[in-house]
């Protein structure tokens, strides 16, 4: 239930972005856990921390964050009454502190409402590199809790299924040296590719006296 409140939540955040302009990136992996939403526009880099509730955990993600975007802030469903409870106080006084801005999030209000930047956060000029990918833009929906996250090795993987796709029966050594993957050298590519498909992690591909193959239906 709390997932599909999230969910509910960063589709309000990701549409009202998306008509301001901003290219939108969602479960996007960082070196100190993962954004819900990184919203991008003319080189600055925006991440949005999405949430049913505000509470510390959801603060201090902000203020992690803010070290590797140009913007960090929370946004949260604001409580019955708006966002004037001390928790709320408490999260702006925060946010001026470490950088991070505040964003009151209204389900019932009208579309152009529901919304609201209550301060936008510090600008960090020179914000720690975080590698975006095309598709945490379609292949993932911010608010998941369940693994639906895009990683490197996901990306790893869709590249060889593609070359397998075009090429079958391809050498394993062969495939690696065709793709982009995040292995820092080939030998470590195909000896994990190879272990994997031989334990069941990789199911959707099938390695036969050292050919790849698409796996059988």
């Not at 509910?8 to 939108?24: K, N």
């Not at 004037?84 to 408490?90: G, K, L, Y």
Request: charged letters at 25%.
């Amino acid at each position: 239930m709390a997932d599909n409140k999230e969910q509910a939540f960063c589709a309000i955040v990701t549409a009202r972005l998306t008509e301001d302009g901003w290219a939108i990136y969602q479960e996007v992996e960082t070196p100190v856990g993962r954004a819900d939403i990184v919203a991008v526009r003319d080189g600055i880099r925006w991440a949005v921390e999405v949430k049913t509730s505000m509470n510390l955990a959801v603060m201090d993600q902000a203020r992690a964050n803010a070290a590797y975007f140009h913007y960090s802030s929370v946004a949260v469903a604001a409580p019955k009454g708006g966002p004037v409870t001390r928790s709320w106080r408490f999260a702006e006084e925060c946010g001026q502190v470490f950088g991070f801005g505040v964003i009151s999030l209204h389900p019932k209000s009208h579309e152009t409402q529901m919304m609201r930047t209550r301060s936008r956060g510090r600008l960090n000029r020179r914000p720690l590199p975080v590698k975006l990918h095309e598709e945490q833009k379609s292949e993932v929906q911010a608010g998941s809790n369940r693994g639906g996250q895009w990683t490197t090795f996901k990306s790893t993987l869709r590249n060889l299924e593609i070359a397998v796709r075009h090429s079958p029966g391809i050498r394993l050594r062969d495939a690696i040296k065709r793709i982009s993957h995040h292995y820092s050298n080939e030998p470590s590519a195909t000896g994990s590719i190879s272990r994997y498909i031989r334990t069941g992690v990789i199911k959707t591909l099938r390695l036969e006296n050292g050919l790849l193959y698409e796996a059988k239906p």
